[in-house]
């Protein structure tokens, strides 16, 4: 959370309700929205993602 806030990204970030981890959205009001905010998501977790992800046998 602190390197995507670092990074100045175009993401919201938040302490997900339900467990430890973070949370991170875009807000959408639009299909041109989805469309762009999947694009910086997948983006984002390409970049950053593979640092902090666990695989499903950790």
Known sequence: ?????ADDW???ATS???DSNA???RHV?????IE??????VEHF???????ANSPAE
């Open 10 to 12: 175009p993401i919201e």
């Open 36 to 41: 762009n905010n999947t694009e910086i998501l």
């Open 23 to 25: 949370a991170f959205y």
């Open 16 to 18: 997900n309700p339900f």
């Open 46 to 52: 390409s970049e950053l993602g593979d640092a902090y």
């Open 1 to 5: 959370m602190q390197q995507t806030q």
């Open 29 to 33: 009001n639009s299909t041109e929205n």
